[in-house]
């Protein structure tokens, strides 16, 4: 399937790289982001990159991908986690064994754990990049966890590591009121057997503790909301979305603003960039873009629509092409069927690639004309 064209700015006029518009499946016109409150306990939205440890900065594309695992967990979170539990320290063993980055213990690492960089090795719990990814998905089965006992719909039982049972909480027997972010740190403390046991946070002295201290060193790892204007003057959230993007389809904008990048000084770059502009990538899916500097698909489509909008009506999406295009209004769907209605269309929609929910694996952004504003494989500029 193509996944539509690359966009670049030449004299002033738009003019299309390659190809012809095809496969489109979805689009969305992206909604405004709310920036906390509910299950979110204030930590949904971007990675604070600047508050993260310079001896750590390595592990940002990590953290970003493991908080877009699941829309309940978010990399602010990952991050205030492993601040709590290993002080950033890859090598720390705790005194009861627990065991790098993000402070597995032997016995659980494996059911969580991937060789996430291809190594041959298997995974390592002192390798920070599995153990972070092994985060996101322990926090993302809480997640299943709660709603399962929350519905009455979990027909297992309840174990405590002490061996003591009870069977599974009734429907309207589980949560109480609780948050859903105290009770995932509560499960990753204390183990999903006692939040299941006592119908919610344990009241282990430990465990009370510690999640108000992951609530508050997550906080400072959300990036905050900013007051002001996005440089913008046509005051519509998908027309300065697409402004943004252009602007590093625009060769001369690019050298201009990033001239000791390289020639192109922006390219594409597997799990690069994010809200606050373009990245380094990662190694992963076949991809070892370490080196790379830009964005990939979702991180700019991130980039222009948070850059895009301001105060109040900041847009904070999520950080991968298949949840991107589930936060926003359905506008039209099925393009290349007969009764596709490409006028239902403006420049600035967001059109995401693929056969449905859990898997659009492509995001771009309409320029209008049949044209979009992407980055996308081969390590292309956008």
Known sequence: ???????????????????????????????????????????????????????????????????????????????????????????????????????????????????????????????????????????????????????????????????????????????????????????????????????????????????????????????AEQAGDANCTSGDLNQCALQKAREFADPAWVKQHYPDKGDPPIRYSWGGGGARGPGYGIKDSGYDDRNIFGFDCSGLVQYAFYQGSSGANRVMLSRTADRQAREGELVAEGYGRDDFDLSKVRPGDAIAFGEGPGYYHHISIYNGGRQVVNAWGDRKPV
Request: glycine share 14%; charged share 15%.
């Open 1 to 223: 399937m193509h996944l539509g064209l690359g966009v670049a700015l030449a004299g002033g006029g738009l003019v299309a790289a390659a190809g012809a518009l095809t496969g489109i499946t979805y689009l969305a016109a992206m909604l405004p982001w709310d920036p906390g409150g509910g299950d979110s306990t204030g930590l949904s939205g971007g990675l604070n990159t600047e508050a993260i440890p310079q001896s750590a900065k390595a592990y940002v594309p990590y953290i970003q991908a493991a908080g877009s695992m699941c829309p309940e967990v978010t990399p602010a979170l990952i991050a205030g986690q492993i601040e709590a539990e290993s002080s950033w320290n890859p090598r720390n063993v705790s005194p009861v064994g627990a065991q790098g980055l993000s402070q597995f213990m032997p016995e659980t690492f494996p059911s969580y754990a991937r060789d996430e960089d291809g190594s041959g090795n298997g995974p390592d719990p002192f390798n920070p990049q599995d153990a972070i990814m092994a985060q996101g998905r322990f926090d993302c089965s809480m997640v299943d966890v709660v709603h399962q006992r929350e519905e009455g719909t979990y027909r297992g039982g309840c174990q405590l590591r002490s061996g003591a049972k009870k069977p599974a909480p009734a429907p309207g027997e589980f949560r109480k009121g609780q948050d859903l972010v105290s009770l995932i740190i509560a499960g990753y403390n204390a183990g999903p057997g006692a939040v299941c046991y006592y119908r919610g946070v344990p009241p282990f002295a430990e465990t009370t503790k510690y999640i108000p201290t992951v609530i508050a060193a997550a906080a400072k790892y959300r990036l």
